[in-house]
T-cell receptor
Framework: DQQVKQNSPSLSVQEGRISILNCDYTNSMFDYFLWYKKYPAEGPTFLISISSIKDKNEDGRFTVFLNKSAKHLSLHIVPSQPGDSAVYFC??????????????FGKGTHLIIQP | DTGVSQDPRHKITKRGQNVTFRCDPISEHNRLYWYRQTLGQGPEFLTYFQNEAQLEKSRLLSDRFSAERPKGSFSTLEIQRTEQGDSAMYLCASAGTGEETQYFGPGTRLLVL
């Protein structure tokens, strides 16, 4: 049972346009959501996060939107740049005893930015 | 702050051998997590520590897997009697007190022949 789903294995976007990556979750206990970027043979790099008490968080070119009723979040990248080409993972966690439990990840979306 | 480091970065071993990986978290991070990532999948949570206490280990893949963090600083993940199915990237992450964001190391890529 996959609790975090990224239904698009890949996404191709033209440089300068908006990239929208989507993520759905099923576990109502999740209270914190994160996006990571990963290059081959490297560890995931933290991009941006959002708490379940918010519906939007912005950091530069990156914005994450959370729709709790739909159990859906999305990552917007504007404008898209060639260096954004990577695999993007959506992850979720639940709070326990002073810190987060292990993250539950989706399978990732491979974003390709075309010149 | 030098980030999370892992050693070795690559390990090739023969089936049946034991392997041990080391993770050094960001200094003063009290939580340390281990994950495994296989091709085409997201990282899969294995276990985590708060200081030296192992708070979750039911997600370790089998009794061949064990982890320690004896002094609450670095951690080791050991796989005994390796199998070809253990070939994967093993990732370590750390988080500070009261923080929810986990920061990952570069990973150790294991190949079991």
């Amino acid at each position: 049972d996959q609790q975090v789903k990224q239904n698009s294995p890949s996404l191709s976007v033209q440089e300068g346009r908006i990239s929208i990556l989507n993520c759905d979750y099923t576990n109502s206990m999740f209270d914190y959501f994160l996006w990571y970027k990963k290059y081959p043979a490297e560890g995931p790099t933290f991009l941006i996060s959002i708490s379940s008490i918010k519906d939007k968080n912005e950091d530069g070119r990156f914005t994450v939107f959370l729709n709790k009723s739909a159990k859906h979040l999305s990552l917007h990248i504007v404008p898209s740049q060639p260096g954004d080409s990577a695999v993007y993972f959506c992850a979720a966690s639940a709070w326990s005893g002073g810190g987060a439990d292990g993250l539950t990840f989706g399978k990732g979306t491979h974003l390709i930015i075309q010149p | 702050d030098t980030g999370v480091s892992q050693d070795p970065r690559h390990k090739i071993t023969k089936r049946g051998q034991n392997v041990t990986f080391r993770c050094d978290p960001i200094s003063e991070h009290n939580r340390l997590y281990w994950y495994r990532q296989t091709l085409g999948q997201g990282p899969e949570f294995l276990t985590y520590f708060q200081n030296e206490a192992q708070l979750e280990k039911s997600r370790l893949l089998s009794d061949r897997f064990s982890a320690e963090r004896p002094k609450g600083s670095f951690s080791t993940l050991e796989i005994q009697r390796t199998e070809q199915g253990d070939s994967a990237m093993y990732l370590c992450a750390s988080a500070g007190t009261g923080e929810e964001t986990q920061y990952f190391g570069p990973g150790t890529r294991l190949l079991v022949l």
